[in-house]
């Protein structure tokens, strides 16, 4: 039996897997995952906090219940997902291929040098807030004490600080908030005006690749797995030397130590939710939810046949016609009949697809 090495380009919101062998590439895969934890979560926790509020007996209370203290190594929900997540897709290739060694390609990013690219050392502890009470004083003499849409033209005495973008996503950074009035900031949230200012770039991927560099190699080796770690700068040169063009499975065929092996077909995987937990309807909150789970046999996100085309199930109604779509969102038939549907796989959490693209290299010139 031949040795297969896997390769695995970890991310954010894509992950790369390819397994090669001496003479070719076996298995190759670009896998989506999910982006809108954070979002969910925080729905859920305004649903909680409502409820709690109603103080009814059955509700528990608010106090010796913060996890962050109790369990060490603790990780925000949304990250601890997507760590699991790595975690789950080396497992499930396992399971496919017997493979004897796992690559990883970790990062650690200094964000302050992102920002910043001629810091210098003693900046990196006195940056921008130095000598400020606060980040709303620091904002306030950032913009000149002036509102930053109507530019004092308002005459409105009173200033505040505004999220660009919302706080749950985009946090109290300085970048993230700027100077209006009472007035205007009024107006913007009644919809009146829009503003005009920049929204600033978010670090959430090199905060995550920092958090979990060394957690996906750990929990792996604790799975029994050979691992090896590489880094992002090994990976690019190896990539500019084969010639090939920035893909996240390029990228793994490279981590693997794939070189002039057959390329086989990519296939997508996106991950998507399992339930929606959706009870009522939302215009009248007293009507219940009853949308069927399966209609004429068929639920969301199964994989059926249409035709001679392999698809998913997006949208149902309970009249036995379905919308349905490959994985990137291309809309094969939005009103299909059951009758023209066959059932291949049932819905899961990992829906997987052939992607029959060749390879090319930036001078296009088909990679072997």
Not at 248 to 276: M, P, W, Y
Request: proline share 2%; charged share 30%.
């Amino acid at each position: 039996t031949q040795e297969v090495t896997l390769g695995v380009d970890a991310g954010y919101s894509h992950v790369g897997l390819s397994a090669i062998t001496d003479k070719k590439e076996v298995y190759s895969s670009e896998v989506r995952l999910r982006i809108d934890m954070v979002k969910l979560n925080s729905e859920r926790r305004s649903y909680r906090r409502t409820r709690r509020n109603r103080k009814t007996w059955y509700r528990q209370p608010r106090f010796l219940n913060r996890v962050k203290s109790k369990h060490k190594g603790w990780l925000a929900p949304s990250i601890q997902h997507k760590l699991d997540t790595h975690v789950k897709l080396v497992q499930n290739t396992a399971k496919l291929l017997p493979f004897s060694r796992v690559t990883v390609e970790i990062a650690s990013f200094d964000i302050q040098k992102i920002i910043n690219p001629d810091i210098t050392n003693k900046e990196y502890q006195q940056g921008d807030q130095l000598g400020f009470y606060n980040v709303r004083e620091y904002v306030f003499h950032r913009d000149n004490h002036t509102c930053q849409h109507c530019k004092g033209k308002s005459k409105e005495s009173v200033l505040v600080v505004h999220h660009i973008i919302t706080r749950q996503t985009g946090g109290n950074r300085p970048e993230n908030l700027v100077t209006l009035c009472k007035e205007c900031h009024n107006k913007h949230h009644l919809g009146l005006i829009t503003l005009e200012v920049k929204k600033s770039k978010g670090f959430k991927e090199a905060t995550f690749m920092s958090l979990i560099k060394s957690r996906v190699v750990d929990r792996l080796k604790e799975l029994g797995f050979n691992v090896t770690s590489t880094y992002g700068y090994i990976t690019k040169y190896n990539r500019e030397v084969l010639g090939l063009k920035k893909s996240h499975v390029n990228d793994a065929f490279v981590i693997a130590g794939g070189s002039t092996q057959k390329r086989c077909d990519e296939h997508l995987v996106k991950q998507v939710r399992k339930q929606n937990r959706k009870l009522f309807k939302g215009s009248r909150s007293h009507l219940k939810n009853t949308a069927p789970k399966f209609v004429k046999g068929f639920q969301r996100y199964d994989k059926v046949l249409y035709g001679k085309l392999e698809c998913f199930v997006f949208g149902r109604r309970k009249t036995g016609y379905f919308n349905v779509r490959l994985l990137d969102g291309t809309v094969v038939g939005a009103s299909v009949s059951y009758k023209k549907l066959k059932l291949l796989e049932s819905s899961r959490t990992l829906l997987k697809e052939r992607k029959k693209e060749r390879h090319f290299s930036s001078t296009g010139i088909e990679v072997p």
